[in-house]
């Protein structure tokens, strides 16, 4: 205000910031700090529990307070970024590079994929693909795909594959 020579009515005008916010100076509550002793006890001796059932603890606590205040106080405190255990589905080492397939037959890959007939029944197909060559090597269709099916379809397209490549033809 004093740079540019405005009075602090035009400069709340511009800003469009009431006057009353230029002088209002916040009242600290005595209660916060109490609470949130509070709030790092329950988390550190419950480590599992987010603010939601830190929320819950407190108010069979008796405390009158509302989840909005916890939340505030609980990412004040930094509990917001406590690390948890981790889950089971998230892998525990991590991934090896792929191997670059310079020839057919090298590495393979198998998926399932399903689909609805027009009556309303499902059946499934095991679908087996070459990674170099993009061919599908073997597809196994029906209602149900068990593991025993897996492995006959995989043992057959071994062996087929094994007769060839003693021909050399299974390169090509």
Known sequence: MEEYQVSLLRACALMLLAKSLW???PKEDPLNEVLTARIREIAYTRVRYGYW????VLRRENWEVNHKRVYRLYKLAGLNLRSKRPRRSRAAAHRLDRIEEIRPHQCWSMDFVSDQLLDGRCFRALTVVDNFTRRCLAIHAGGSIRGQDVVEVVDRRIASCQILLSNDSCLN
């Open 23 to 25: 002088y209002y100076k």
């Open 53 to 56: 059932r830190i929320y819950a």
